[in-house]
């Protein structure tokens, strides 16, 4: 089975408003996503499509800095919607280095 990976970046993520319009970009969300941590775990929770897609969140930390508690509810979200589907599967890194022998399965 194939994997979809989305990359998001923590330190991209730098105010509520923003960190909505960057999901929205990102998953490319339909125009009724309601841009709150709801309709977040709504969309995530209840994707379905033949693929996995793997979430991968680098620089978490700065998520957090940037944004604070509002930071650590988005990472809960997109953990607890990977413990109800099996079809998200959700990492963080603090760092990525890519090279030929990594490869995210």
């Not at 923003?18 to 309601?34: A, K, M, S, T, W």
């Not at 604070?68 to 963080?92: C, L, T, W």
């Amino acid at each position: 089975m194939k994997n979809i990976i989305t990359v998001l970046d923590g330190r991209s993520m730098i105010n509520r408003d923003q960190v909505h319009d960057y999901l929205i970009e990102r998953f490319n969300f339909p125009d009724y996503y309601g841009r709150n941590l709801d309709a977040l775990y709504d969309l995530m929770s209840t994707y379905q499509q033949p693929e996995t897609l793997i979430i991968l969140l680098i620089f978490p930390e700065m998520l957090i800095e940037q944004i604070g508690e509002y930071g650590q509810k988005i990472i809960r979200v997109f953990d607890d919607a990977s413990h109800v589907n099996p079809n998200i599967d959700f990492r963080m890194k603090d760092v990525i280095l890519f090279n030929e022998s990594e490869i995210f399965v």
